[in-house]
């Protein structure tokens, strides 16, 4: 069955950064588009950045670009996402996600927390 399993929250301080990274299973990795959401208690669900089957167009929130890049390795079924300059406002659970025959699964997430 597809499995989505993020890794590489934790805590950092403002101006300091983090990568994730989502490890995909269950389904051929290379054609489908994945995407990186985060949510807030209290907040809906945010679109972070997205990234096409082979790698080549990518898409980001307003809130993230320049700071954020997200990057896929077909070869090891793995998404990335790489978050610089952090802000406290980043602080929020980071899902991956992925449309698959159509049907949308979702890791279990990973907490990043920026905090001094």
């Known amino acids: 069955q597809v499995q989505l399993v993020e890794s590489g929250g934790g805590t950092v301080q403002p101006g300091g950064s983090l990568r994730l990274s989502c490890a995909a299973s269950g389904f051929t990795f290379r054609p489908y588009a994945m995407s990186w959401y985060r949510r807030t208690p209290g907040k809906e669900r945010e679109l972070v950045a997205s990234?096409?089957?082979?790698?080549?167009?990518?898409n980001y929130a307003d809130s993230v670009k320049g700071r954020f890049t997200i990057s896929r390795d077909n070869a090891k079924n793995t998404m990335y996402l790489q978050m610089n300059s952090l802000k406290p406002e980043d602080t929020a659970a980071y899902y991956c996600?992925?449309?698959?025959?159509?049907?949308?699964?979702w890791g279990q997430g990973t907490q990043v927390t920026i905090s001094f």
């Open positions: 990234i096409s089957g082979a790698g080549f167009n990518t």
């Open positions: 996600a992925a449309r698959v025959r159509g049907s949308d699964f």
